[in-house]
């Protein structure tokens, strides 16, 4: 229960109390400048028009932060937040969402983590933190049943995020701790900086790592104490063991994430074409695929590590026994770090990709912009545009990991060379010069994910048009593309990967979707098994809300077009919403030799369906149609 007070009339309020069934009621807000913490009650506003998870911290960052503020500044908000499932006896619901003003991209920055931090988070009492301000010295929050305190952090400063988590556990001396933090990549404003929690999990892209850091925030340890209440126990409890069946039984669960992890997609899918290889400039490589591949990868297997309450476990720890990468046991590579330090780089050394991906871990970074810049430039110098002598002696050659490594190294220093790689592709191709510009791998600032346009043409226009820049993982198109139905929300037949007739309105329903599983913070793997008519039902059984498919996807459209609203405010328009050259240049071999996506054919039919100008700008009718007449008076007056 929680107190609340309701605004009837001018000058009336009604006061009372409510039940925040799914949810803990309240967040947590810190000041760090002023060294202030407070408690505010979970506004029923946000709820009804924004469920959680995602919805709610956009609705924040929108309202909070300033078009003046940059993502470094004291003024900007790094927002932590959970979902109505969080921490229930959902499958596939260990999930926590950061939202901030990206310094990698400078618009609307987010990153969704696994684990068990955003379930320590629920139990503590908070549906979320929002940080401002920057602590004179490094600091870390505690936050548990009793609410937050404001610790020093010298102690950890320059650790990294391992040494952290065990030091704060240590001092701490609870059980049932989770810890997220930064590396020395956070501390130094690398701009592709994450957060890791439970050593292993990361909030990895858009550099909202570095915002923690200009904050002077090391990390944020909770405890997890007492779960949210559910409504209805009984019903929730039934259909959660109907979609864990669902999900156990699935058939991407049964061959190739429980057997392999996400790793699997190297094994199937590079006959596609859709493993980028070479940076994006060849389209097969089999015998590599081999190498670093789901079945390769599980020889080093040790043990399962599943996120919270996940039945599907494509998480997992392996371990190297023998120099020159071992001993060392750590969270294994999933898919995109496999992808973006192997074949993108042309390293097929799967021991080296295990260690590569650990020191990202360890660093703070995200290891899909690493591997991006690391290729980049391996491109650039076989291409004859630098020279080893540019790179400060470090021979960024294909294959060469050693090399690799050491650069990353001078990245997280921020020293040399590697000073200008901190900033990411974008910017470093602009330092760069010599025309380099037309080889950096992005979308609005965001290194491109590890899935070929070419070969899922749906992808091509997803990458576009996602507001925090590059990303696959807003719904999956490509899912459609493979053949994976949906029948309760209208995807009842598998699109074939060439066309580009239809994918508008593909990509339009799963980012709608995509919206409203971050809102809820369901794992997309999960989401196939849970089918969305029970998710909806679970919804309504834990909170006593009733939502329909309909209804959601337009909660879903609603928080899309807040985001770009925001963009819009930062300068973004639909110059912006372009794919990198390579991308549009067709394969000579391989899955996908021959074709490239029709773009611009795509891109129209994008804006005509989602009632957007021809330069992407959502109409006034849309927004007032989606209750944003705040939004649609900032845009038009």
């Not at 002598?389 to 921020?414: C, F, P």
């Amino acid at each position: 229960m929680r107190f609340f007070k309701i605004k009837v009339s001018q000058n009336f309020y009604f006061f009372g109390e409510i039940a925040m069934y799914g949810y803990a009621g309240k967040l947590l807000r810190a000041n760090l400048s002023n060294k202030s913490v407070k408690e505010e009650p979970l506004r029923l506003d946000y709820l009804e028009k924004y469920l959680g998870g995602i919805g709610i911290a956009t609705r924040i960052l929108y309202d909070e932060v300033g078009l003046q503020v940059r993502p470094l500044d004291p003024e900007n908000r790094l927002i932590f937040m959970t979902g109505p499932f969080t921490g229930t006896k959902a499958p596939c619901t260990g999930k926590h969402v950061v939202v901030s003003k990206s310094p990698l991209t400078g618009i609307f920055g987010e990153s969704i983590a696994g684990g068990h931090w955003g379930v320590g988070l629920k139990w503590s009492g908070f549906d979320g933190v929002v940080v401002e301000g920057r602590a004179e010295k490094p600091v870390y929050l505690w936050i548990h049943e009793g609410g937050c305190e404001i610790r020093s952090a010298e102690e950890v400063w320059g650790k990294t995020t391992f040494d952290t988590d065990d030091i704060i556990k240590e001092e701490l001396g609870k059980k049932r701790v989770s810890v997220c933090s930064i590396g020395p990549a956070g501390e130094r404003g690398v701009k592709f900086a994450n957060i890791i929690n439970d050593k292993g999990r990361a909030a990895g892209r858009c550099g909202l790592g570095a915002v923690m850091g200009s904050k002077n925030l090391k990390a944020i340890a909770v405890h997890r104490t007492k779960r949210p209440e559910v409504k209805d126990e009984e019903a929730f409890e039934k259909i959660c063991k109907i979609a864990r069946k669902g999900i156990t039984q699935h058939i991407m669960t049964v061959t190739m994430f429980k057997p392999y992890g996400t790793t699997a997609w190297v094994d199937s899918y590079g006959m596609f074409g859709d493993v980028p290889t070479k940076y994006w400039q060849l389209g097969e490589w089999q015998e590599g695929y081999n190498k670093i591949s789901g079945v390769e990868l599980s020889k080093y297997l040790k043990k399962l590590e599943p996120c919270y309450g996940c039945p599907i476990s494509c998480g997992r720890i392996v371990e190297i026994k023998n120099p020159p990468f071992g001993p060392l046991t750590c969270s294994t590579p999933e898919y995109e770090t496999v992808a973006a330090l192997g074949s993108l780089c042309l390293n097929d050394n799967i021991e080296s990709i295990i260690k590569l991906g650990n020191l990202c871990d360890l660093y703070g970074m995200d290891t899909i912009s690493t591997g991006t810049v690391l290729a980049f430039v391996m491109d650039l110098r076989e291409k004859g545009i630098i020279t080893v002598d540019e790179m400060d002696g470090v021979d960024l050659t294909w294959g060469n990991y050693s090399a690799m490594m050491e650069m990353m190294k001078r990245i997280v220093e921020r020293e040399g060379f590697g000073a200008i790689l901190s900033e990411g592709v974008k910017t470093a191709a602009q330092k760069i010069g010599k025309g380099t510009e037309k080889f950096a791998m992005h979308v609005k600032g965001l290194e491109v994910p590890m899935h070929d346009p070419r070969a899922f043409h749906s992808m091509g226009l997803q990458y576009a048009t996602v507001n925090r820049g590059a990303f696959h993982m807003v719904g999956f198109p490509l899912g459609s593309e493979l053949g994976i139905v949906l029948p309760d929300v209208g995807l009842i037949r598998r699109m074939d990967r060439f066309d580009d007739k239809g994918k508008a309105e593909l990509v339009i329903l799963h980012q709608q979707l995509g919206q409203l599983t971050a809102m809820f913070l369901v794992c997309i793997f999960g989401v196939v098994g849970w089918t969305m008519t029970n998710l909806l039902r679970a919804f309504e059984s834990l909170t006593g809300r009733k939502l329909d498919i309909e209804n959601a996807k337009k909660i879903g459209e609603r928080v899309f077009t807040l985001k770009r609203v925001f963009n819009i405010r930062c300068g973004v328009s639909g110059k912006d919403d372009k794919l990198p050259s390579l991308i549009m240049q067709p394969l000579k071999e391989g899955g996908a030799k021959g074709h490239v996506p029709n773009f611009e054919y795509q891109l129209r039919e994008y804006y005509r369906l989602r009632n957007w100008t021809e330069d992407g700008k959502p109409t006034k009718e849309k927004l007032i149609e989606l209750g944003l007449e705040k939004e649609a008076r900032d845009l038009y007056g």
